[in-house]
């Protein structure tokens, strides 16, 4: 489409010349990756003095192929990877085989991990820091899969040097740095967004719409539990700015407000289970963030839910999630109940039983299209087709705030208002 609106603009413009080049060598322009403004989020004036200015700056790439649909992408999205961790060993498989992704550099401190991680995907470069990378390294997507604890200052250097950003939770340190950086990267004319990914899964498609539909009734309660031993490689899941409810409850946190919408108010309790940790990179630590949360939510019209995790969960499953097939995710109405079998990272399909039918039936058998690592490269497909994903910013900064909020129940007693809101029903 742009293509076309570029080559129909020349032509006006009596550009003969480049438009016969741009015809005969199918090359064409991309400004959708770097001016992609959310819809109705600016105003006209504004996204028109952006585009001519970002215009100016953008490459010229040759036509990608085309989308499962049959729509044609035009480019592929030139990717960096900071953070060359445990993750990065999931990342980093998908993205390199996605037909929207060229993955250009990779960066992590431990450098050997960096150069490891190049040497083994093919890719051109790598850095020790991420300054070295900005300066040196030419790409539109930053995948940060670093230390939780450094999000929000590695997301706001490549912002600022005019990166897209893709961020493992949380997308920032605080709701109001995740705020910044949102509003940032508008003003720059880039986009951010911050996992999970759970929306993304058709099982979450399907329960989305189950709910709006009316199939379950009026929907009154929802719960969702996450948890494990908790990760024995790194300290910073312990340390402050860790715990177990950006790690773990932030999928079930994601799944219930995706589903039953924007909470208006949190109430919570954590607490610190396990005292001392041991852990690969810096021996024995005291934990200092919470391993253990419960946290009630109010979705408005009198429909609560509630998510449970923790690092002190016996959980013969794994780190993998193989094998568990029972419900971790259950939302009853007054027509209809449902479930959601395995993880919502790792869903293995949705049990639902209404009034039409009382038995109920599995619906949504996992077909292994959607992986929980498959965020980034899905950010990468929408940057390169100009198509709007069901991941979402504002969902994944209302999500930081409900953590923020049950930390601050924690600490006062109180119940906590909520002040951020998304785009809700997600899949209309
Ligand atoms: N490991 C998992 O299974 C998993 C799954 C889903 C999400 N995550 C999320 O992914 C992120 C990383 O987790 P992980 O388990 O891979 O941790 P990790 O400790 O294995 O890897 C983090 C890497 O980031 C590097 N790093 C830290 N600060 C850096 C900086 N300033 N610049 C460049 N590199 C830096 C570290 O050296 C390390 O190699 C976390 O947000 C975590 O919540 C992890």
């Known amino acids: 489409m742009l293509a076309i609106f570029l080559i129909t603009c020349l032509q006006k413009a009596n550009c003969k010349k480049e438009v016969s080049i741009l015809q005969q060598q199918n090359i064409f322009y991309n400004i959708k990756t770097v001016v992609m ?47 060359c961790g445990s993750v990065s060993n999931m990342y980093l498989p998908h993205l390199s085989k996605s037909p929207f992704v060229e993955l250009v550099c990779t960066c ?53 040097a005019g990166k897209n950003v893709w961020s493992e939770k949380p997308m920032a340190n605080t709701y109001k740095e995740g705020q910044e950086l949102f509003l940032l990267a508008r003003k720059n004319g880039v986009r951010i967004w911050g996992a999970p990914a759970v929306v993304n899964s058709p099982q979450f498609a399907f329960m989305a719409q189950t709910i709006n539909s009316g199939k379950l009734g009026k929907v009154a309660a929802a719960h969702a539990h996450y948890g494990h031993l908790g990760p024995t490689w790194s300290a910073f899941f312990y340390e402050k700015g860790g715990g177990s409810l950006p790690d773990l409850g932030v999928y079930n946190l994601a799944s219930l ?4 919408g924007p909470v208006k108010s949190v109430m919570a309790m954590t607490s ?32 609560f839910s509630h998510v449970m995790c923790g690092f002190n969960y016996f959980d013969p499953y794994g780190h993998e999630g193989n094998g568990q097939e029972k419900p971790t995710v259950s939302i009853v109405g007054t027509k209809g109940s449902m479930h959601l079998i395995g993880y919502d990272w790792k869903p293995f399909g949705v049990d639902l039983a209404t009034i039409d039918d009382e038995k109920g ?25 100009g198509t709007e994903p069901r991941i979402n910013a504002e969902h994944a900064l209302h999500v930081l705030e409900i953590i923020e909020a049950a930390r601050e129940s924690q600490a006062t007693g109180k119940r906590i208002n ?11």
């Open 37 to 83: 403004p959310e819809k109705n989020s600016i105003s006209r004036k504004t996204f028109l003095a952006q585009s001519s200015t970002l215009a100016a700056g953008v490459m010229l790439a040759p036509l990608a192929g085309f989308t499962a649909s049959g729509a044609a992408f035009e480019k592929k999205i030139k990717v960096a990877v900071i953070g």
């Open 108 to 160: 992590d401190i431990k450098v050997d991990r960096a150069q490891k991680a190049a040497a083994k995907y093919n890719i051109p470069a790598h850095y020790a820091n991420i300054n070295d990378m900005l300066a040196a390294a030419d790409f539109s997507l930053l995948v940060n899969l670093t230390n939780m604890q450094v999000h929000g200052s590695l997301n706001r250097l490549a912002i600022q």
């Open 257 to 260: 407000c995706g589903l039953l």
């Open 272 to 303: 610190i289970i396990t005292k001392t940790r041991t852990v690969d990179d810096k021996g024995t630590i005291s934990v200092e963030a919470e391993d253990n949360a419960m946290v009630m939510m109010d979705h408005g019209s009198g429909t």
């Open 361 to 385: 039936k599995r619906y949504v058998p996992d077909t292994g299209a959607y992986v929980w690592e498959m965020g980034a490269s899905v950010i990468a497909e929408s940057l390169a087709t």
């Open 418 to 428: 909520l002040q951020s809101t998304f785009k809700w029903p997600m899949t209309l």
